[in-house]
């Protein structure tokens, strides 16, 4: 198992939202109560309706959170990143996990139990609110997402994943690859590509190898109806 440096690890800790401005005496607690975790691309972190080990903490790599149907056809519901959480509700609550975690690339990640989370929370008032308007904010997140589902043709979905995807480093990179958006977005690989012909041939985006370059972000903004 990979070991990193005390005041390394504290620097990673005290970045994440969570546990910013957290006291010494409580950081020096966490990050011997955090255990670090691998996995290699493709494969299973944990499944749905398991009993939560915890909160998981991203390192490095890309982690996919996803449901499956009864036909066994996938809907990514989170792309995660460096410094995302992840399974917090579970986390909080005691349940089960209510999603899929695999990895899209080799991870790293760290496993904050839930015990020692409840502990935490119960005794620095700090963290419990900060954690509290965070979990807010994610909802807030997941009834847009919702409605772009339910209301949006897949041209305007796509054209609002782009737009952030050139903010959030979590939504790009190795692993995130057509099929991945697509899922995502809940169409298919077909209709993704559909999709960016048509925003390249409206001159709102360009492709360069690989890489989709946004030229024109005020027409990207006006296709995805912001």
């Given at each position: 198992?990979?070991?990193?440096?005390?005041?390394?690890?504290?620097?990673?800790?005290?970045?994440?939202?969570?546990?910013?401005?957290?006291?010494?005496?409580?950081?020096?607690?966490?990050?011997?109560?955090?255990?670090?975790?691998?996995?290699?691309?493709?494969?299973?972190?944990?499944?749905?309706?398991?009993?939560?080990?915890?909160?998981?903490?991203?390192?490095?790599?890309?982690?996919?959170?996803?449901?499956?149907?009864?036909?066994?056809?996938?809907?990514?519901?989170?792309?995660?990143?460096?410094?995302?959480?992840?399974?917090?509700?579970?986390?909080?609550?005691?349940g089960s996990n209510p999603a899929n975690a695999a990895a899209l690339t080799n991870v790293s990640l760290w496993l904050l139990p839930t015990n020692d989370l409840h502990?935490?929370?119960?005794?620095?008032?700090?963290?419990?609110?900060?954690?509290?308007?965070?979990?807010?904010?994610?909802?807030?997140?997941?009834?847009?997402?919702?409605?772009?589902?339910?209301?949006?043709?897949?041209?305007?979905?796509?054209?609002?994943?782009?737009?952030?995807?050139?903010?959030?480093?979590?939504?790009?990179?190795?692993?995130?690859?057509?099929?991945?958006?697509?899922?995502?977005?809940?169409?298919?690989?077909?209709?993704?590509?559909?999709?960016?012909?048509?925003?390249?041939?409206?001159?709102?985006?360009?492709?360069?190898?690989?890489?989709?370059?946004?030229?024109?972000?005020?027409?990207?903004?006006?296709?995805?109806?912001?």
């Amino acid at each position: 198992m990979r070991e990193m440096k005390p005041d390394r690890l504290s620097q990673y800790l005290l970045a994440l939202p969570y546990f910013e401005n957290l006291d010494p005496l409580s950081l020096d607690t966490l990050r011997q109560q955090v255990q670090p975790r691998a996995f290699d691309a493709d494969q299973i972190i944990f499944s749905e309706g398991d009993d939560a080990a915890g909160m998981w903490l991203v390192e490095q790599g890309r982690v996919k959170i996803f449901k499956l149907n009864p036909e066994g056809e996938e809907h990514i519901l989170h792309f995660l990143g460096e410094g995302n959480t992840f399974n917090d509700i579970a986390a909080l609550d005691g349940g089960s996990n209510p999603a899929n975690a695999a990895a899209l690339t080799n991870v790293s990640l760290w496993l904050l139990p839930t015990n020692d989370l409840h502990h935490l929370l119960a005794t620095n008032p700090q963290v419990a609110l900060r954690v509290i308007r965070l979990l807010a904010g994610r909802v807030r997140g997941l009834v847009h997402q919702i409605e772009d589902l339910a209301l949006y043709s897949v041209s305007i979905r796509l054209a609002r994943f782009l737009l952030k995807q050139s903010e959030d480093p979590a939504l790009s990179g190795p692993g995130v690859t057509r099929a991945a958006i697509a899922s995502y977005l809940a169409t298919t690989p077909e209709s993704v590509s559909r999709s960016l012909r048509t925003l390249e041939e409206t001159g709102a985006i360009r492709f360069d190898r690989h890489r989709i370059i946004i030229e024109r972000e005020d027409l990207l903004r006006t296709i995805a109806a912001l």
